[in-house]
C-alpha cells in the first residue's frame, strides 16, 4: 500500500481508536436514566460543554465550503460567518444563564419539551419535535455526504470509498451514541474539537510557509485580490444576499435544538460562563484561521503558483494536494470529525425530542425505561435515514439541507418570548405560538419548493431577503398573541 | 440587560453596515481587520457582561 492511502488510514484509525477509547471511558460517568443519556446528567464541566457546542455548530462546512466560499468571494464570507459569532455570542450571554437557572427549576431534557412547558401546551411540544425532524434530517444527510466525499477524496473518487465513507460515518455515529449517551458525545466532540483546531492550524502556518516565504509575496499578492474586488463586500455580497444568508444563522443559538439543549448541561454557573467564553475563543480563531486558508489559497491562484479553481468544494483538496500527506491526512480527518461530531449531536437530540415529545407526548404515561429504548432506537433510525439519504443523494433533500436554519427560524419569537415572558403567556400566546410556526415554516418550505432550494435565498420575497420574511411574519403572528394577552390580563 | 442589549445591537449593525458605507473599495485587508476587531471586542465585552451576571446572582 502507498504511502499516499497508508497514512490517510493510519490517520482514520487512529481518529476512530481514540473516539472510541474516550466513549466507552465515558460510559463510567453515568447512562442509567433518560436525563443522563440525553443531557448528560446537567453535570457536564465547563471545557467539555465548550468543546461540544463548539464541535456540534462547527460542522464541515467550515474547511470545505467556508474555504471555497472565502476563495471564490473574498472577505464577505469572512463577514457572513462573522456575523452568526457575534449574534450567537449576544444570545448566548443573554440566554444562556436564564435556561440553565429556567433547567434547574423544570428539569427539561428536550428543547420541545421546554416549549410545550413554557408555553403549557403539548401540542406545541410535538409540533416543534416535528419541526426539528423535518429540517434537521437533511442537515444531517449532508453531513454524512461530507464523509462519504471526503473518504472518496482519500480513496481515488471510487464509488467504493464513497460507500466506506458512508459506512464507516454510520458505525461511528450509533456507536459513539450508543456506548455512553450524552457523555460520550461530548467526550468525543471535545477530542473532535481539539482535532479540527489543531488541524487548521497545522495547515495554514504550512501554507504560509510553503505559499509565502517571503512576507512581500503576501503583501503584492493581496494588493491583486483588492484589484479584483475580493477584499470588500460586493458582488456577489449585495446588501440582499448578504442579510438573506446571515439572518437564518443569527437566530440558530436560539432555534437549533441541538445548541439550545446544551445549555442546560454545565453542571453549575462556573461551568456555564466558561462554556460561553471558551466557544467565543474557539469560534473566532476557527472563523478566522479557515476564511484565512481561502483568502491565501485564492493569493496563491492570482499569483499564478495553484490553478484556478471552479468548484469550490474543490478548493481545500486542491490546496491540501500540495501539502505533505501526513497534514493533508490530519486536515481530512478533522473534516471527518467535524461532519461526525455535528451530526451524532443533532441525532441524540433529535431522539430525545422524538422519544419525549412525540412518543411521550402521544402516550401520557411513560416510564423512563420507555423512553430510553424509543431514545435508543431513534438514534439507530435516524441514523440509517441519514445513510439512506447519503447513498441515494435526491437532489432537492440534500439542497434542503442549507435551509434548515431558515425552517427554524420561526422558532426564534416563540422562543424568546417563552423565555423572557414566561409567567404572563396565556391562551391567545399559546394560539398564536402554533400560528407562528406553521406559519413560518409554511413560507420557508413553499418559498424553497416553488423556487428551488438552491435558489431559495438569492430570490427576495416582496423585494425582502426570503428569511427576513419568515422571521417578519411569524414575529407579528407571536406578537399578537402576546398583545391580546397583557391587555386581557390588565 | 438593556445596556448590553443596546452595545450588541450596535455592534451587528455596525457590521452589517459599515463594509456598505466605509469600506466600499477597498483594496487592503482593512475591512477584514474591522471584523476581527469588533467581533473580539465584542467577544470580550460579551464574556464581562456573562460574569458579571453570574457574580450577581
Known sequence: MSSQLAIPIAALAIYFTIGSLLALASRKLGVGTSRDYFVAGYRLGGFLAAMTYAATTYSAFMMVGLVGLTYMTGVGAFGFELMYLLATVTLLAMLAPRVWGLVRERRWISPAEMLADLYECRVLGIMTATIYLIALIPYTAAQVIGIGVTVQGLGGGSEGAYLAGIILAFTVIVLWIYLGGMWSVAATDAFQGVWMVAAAIGFILWLFTWGFGDPAKLSSALSLLGKEGLLSVGRPWTPMIFASYTIPWLFFAATNPQVVQRLYMPRDRRALIRMVTLFAVFGLTYTVIVTFIGLMGRSLTALGELPVIKDRDAVTPTILSYAPVWLSATVFVSIVA????????IILTLASSTARDLYGGVRREVS????????????????????????????????????????????????????????????????????????????????????????????PVVGMPYPAVVLLISTIIMLTGIVADLKTRR | MVLYLIWSLAIILAAYVLPYTLFTSVTNLSLYVFWVIIAALHLLVSCAYIRAGGRRE
Open chain 1, 338 to 345: 467535524a461532519a461526525v461530531s455535528t451530526a451524532d449531536s
Open chain 1, 368 to 459: 423512563d425505561k420507555s423512553i430510553m429504548l424509543a431514545g435508543r432506537l431513534t438514534v439507530f433510525a435516524l441514523a440509517a435515514v441519514a445513510v439512506g439519504v447519503a447513498v441515494m443523494r435526491p437532489a432537492f433533500i440534500v439542497e434542503l439541507s442549507v435551509l434548515s436554519s431558515v425552517m427554524l427560524l420561526p422558532l426564534a419569537p416563540v422562543t424568546l418570548a417563552g423565555l423572557y415572558l414566561h409567567g404572563r403567556l396565556g391562551k391567545y400566546s399559546k394560539s398564536t405560538s402554533l400560528a407562528a410556526l406553521l406559519t413560518g415554516f409554511a413560507i420557508a418550505l413553499t418559498h424553497a419548493l416553488v423556487v428551488g432550494a438552491r435558489r431559495a435565498l438569492i430570490i
